[in-house]
């Protein structure tokens, strides 16, 4: 359609239907001709109804901030030989866990490729429309001791960390929380309890968490509110790193 004069791609634009002007202009008078008038609008809001979606995606997953923003479930190597269960992982792959507000640990050796896992599995929950985010524990301890200096700083922070439907903490526990730390967890995950899904990326299998923890009240506090509804998952002792290096 090429006929769309001036003003009303303007208030197209003005509206938000850029996608709907842009799928109005790019369809093809030759392929569509004989076509109704209803037939070719339903062709025309498909075609900007799928690049609006495709735009909303690729946003979810920019602001996710993946360590591997390529990761993908359906491309995962060694997957017999490090034990993993593809029906598992296909069924993680549907987020059915996330409406079930089910937690996830990827539990392995250093180098058998958990935070591939948890940044695939964050990008498939994008892809499914879940606001989903990515983040080191590392950085996250850092980001709370700079918002624990700011006015306000530490209901923010855990604000936004309680809000998205899906987390990936990777490399927890890496290092010991101290009290500041395991207060902001114990809070955070009794926000997140019932309401929202969170990955767990370790080395560390559970029984080492608690003494992890401090092996006090809040040990036992942020256990309770993890160990009763997640799916553990074992990556093996495989060393991805080292495959993938070989395989180039």
């Given at each position: 359609?090429?006929?769309i004069d001036?003003?009303?791609?303007?208030?197209?634009?003005?509206m938000?239907?850029a996608?709907l002007l842009d799928?109005l202009?790019a369809?093809?008078?030759?392929l569509t001709?004989g076509?109704?008038f209803?037939e070719?609008?339903r062709?025309?809001?498909?075609?900007?109804?799928s690049?609006?979606?495709h735009?909303?995606?690729?946003?979810?997953?920019?602001r996710a901030?993946?360590?591997?923003?390529t990761?993908?479930?359906?491309?995962?190597?060694l997957?017999?030989?490090?034990?993993l269960?593809r029906?598992?992982i296909?069924q993680l792959?549907?987020c059915?866990?996330?409406?079930?507000?089910q937690?996830?640990?990827f539990?392995?050796?250093?180098g058998?490729?958990?935070s591939?896992?948890?940044?695939a599995?964050a990008?498939?929950?994008c892809?499914?429309r879940?606001?989903?985010?990515?983040?080191r524990?590392p950085?996250?301890?850092e980001?709370w001791a700079?918002?624990r200096?700011?006015?306000q700083?530490?209901t923010?922070f855990?604000?936004k960390y309680?809000?998205?439907t899906?987390l990936?903490i990777?490399?927890?526990?890496l290092?010991?929380?101290d009290?500041s730390?395991?207060?902001m967890l114990?809070?955070l995950?009794?926000r997140?309890?019932?309401?929202a899904?969170t990955?767990?990326c370790?080395?560390y299998?559970?029984k080492?968490?608690h003494?992890r923890?401090?092996?006090?009240?809040h040990?036992?506090?942020i256990?309770d509110?993890?160990v009763?509804n997640?799916?553990?998952i074992?990556?093996?002792?495989?060393?991805?790193r080292?495959?993938a290096?070989k395989?180039?």
């Open positions: 359609m090429n006929s001036i003003e009303t791609k303007r208030k197209l634009r003005e938000g239907a996608a799928a202009e369809q093809n008078e030759t001709l076509l109704g209803d070719r609008i062709l025309v809001v498909d075609e900007a109804h690049a609006f979606t735009s909303k995606v690729e946003g979810l997953i920019r901030g993946l360590r591997y923003p990761a993908d479930l359906r491309r995962l190597d997957v017999e030989e490090r034990g269960d029906g598992l296909a792959g549907t059915s866990f996330v409406d079930r507000q937690n996830v640990v539990q392995g050796f250093t058998s490729g958990k591939y896992l948890g940044c599995l990008k498939q929950a892809q499914h879940i606001r989903a985010h990515y983040i524990m950085d996250l301890e980001a700079l918002a200096d700011k006015p700083g530490q923010k855990l604000n309680a809000a998205f899906l990936v990777d490399e927890w526990l290092d010991h929380p009290e730390m395991r207060s114990l809070e995950l009794e997140r309890y019932d309401t899904s990955v767990f370790t080395q299998a559970k080492d968490w003494q923890l401090g092996s006090g009240v040990a036992d506090a256990m509110r993890i009763h997640t799916i553990w074992d990556t093996g002792n495989q060393n991805m080292q495959h290096t395989s180039r």
